[in-house]
């Protein structure tokens, strides 16, 4: 048998869901896919899928495997597309985690372009702002914003991407426009963005020049994903600084006033992340390339 001829065909069973559509991508008959099978399950002495007329279900043995042995396979396409110098045209499995607003609103916009230039690099993109295990997750790399928790990781910075100070206009009536950020010390609520780390908000930063002001506290809510900041910003609660890019479609409709103009927030890194044992293969190359080509219009790096 060959173990890893063996090993990607149960890979592709477990992706495709039965032993018709497996043979099928991989151009074999079905009887050899089968018979694969069942020769790796004899080798392993356990049994890795259960078997019915109509569909395939992978035991719990069988997810194990597959979940250890589909990195093994990956890591084997990037050795051989590098040795076959497949740069021009890399290939295979690249798993991406990445901020649910980074995602909706950059990324996953501009993905068609990703696939025309790449259309042999299958990606599994990941969307939360959960903390990620790169190596226990089995993730290749993350996109995130902010100050880089662990320093033992490979950053490249892809933006600084700009904020901005908004309020609605009926907030604004209510509560009048503030001239200098010290002003919004006197009567006015912040909807502020709290860290899934620690917990805690971010301080509203204004930066003029040699200038600095913060204003902590004054919360009249707090929430930790930029789609859902934003929908609080709308709803008039309050002050709040968000990104430009997500604040711009409000700003342009009249839906939100930006505040305090010429008092600049300091802008907010983004970085793709990856393990420093981890092999810069020519897929996860072209994407961070890519993702950087993405990220420039929003903010320089």
């Known amino acids: 048998m060959d173990q890893i001829a063996a090993m990607r065909v149960f890979a592709r069973v477990v992706e495709a869901g039965t032993f018709t559509r497996a043979a099928d991508s991989l151009q074999m008959p079905k009887p050899s896919v089968t018979k694969l099978v069942q020769q790796l399950e004899a080798h392993l002495r356990v049994k890795l899928l259960q078997r019915t007329t109509r569909r ?163 919360t009249a809510v707090a929430v930790n994903e930029s789609t859902a900041h934003v929908t609080t910003i709308l709803s008039g609660l309050g002050m709040a600084q968000t990104f430009a890019f997500m604040a711009k479609p409000y700003l342009d409709s009249g839906e939100l006033v930006e505040v305090l103009p010429g008092w600049e927030p300091p802008p907010h890194p983004v970085y793709v992340v990856y393990p420093p044992n981890r092999h810069l293969s020519a897929k996860l190359r072209a994407f961070v390339d890519w993702v950087v080509e993405v990220f420039t219009p929003y903010g320089t790096a």
Do not use: W
Not at 69 to 83: C, H, Q
Not at 116 to 121: E, G, K
Not at 151 to 156: D, G, I, K, T
Not at 179 to 202: C, I, K, Q, W
């Open 56 to 218: 395939v279900t992978v035991t719990p043995e069988g997810a194990a495997y597959y979940e250890r042995t589909s990195r093994v396979l990956a890591e084997l396409e990037d050795i051989e597309s590098d040795l076959t110098h497949a740069q021009a045209s890399p290939r295979g499995r690249l798993r991406v985690d990445i901020g649910s607003s980074l995602a909706n609103r950059i990324l996953i916009p501009a993905l068609p372009q990703f696939h025309a230039r790449y259309p042999d690099i299958q990606l599994e993109l990941g969307v939360s702002d959960r903390p990620v295990d790169l190596i226990g997750d089995g993730v290749d790399c993350v996109i995130r914003g902010g100050a880089l928790m662990d320093q033992s990781l490979v950053a490249r910075r892809v933006a600084q991407l700009p904020y901005v100070s908004c309020a609605t206009p009926d907030y604004l009536k209510r509560q009048g426009m503030p001239n200098e950020p010290a002003d919004l010390m006197n009567g006015h609520r912040v909807v502020s963005y709290f860290s899934s780390l620690t917990g805690r908000p971010f301080p509203l930063r204004y930066v003029r020049g040699e200038e600095t002001f913060e204003i902590n506290g004054h």
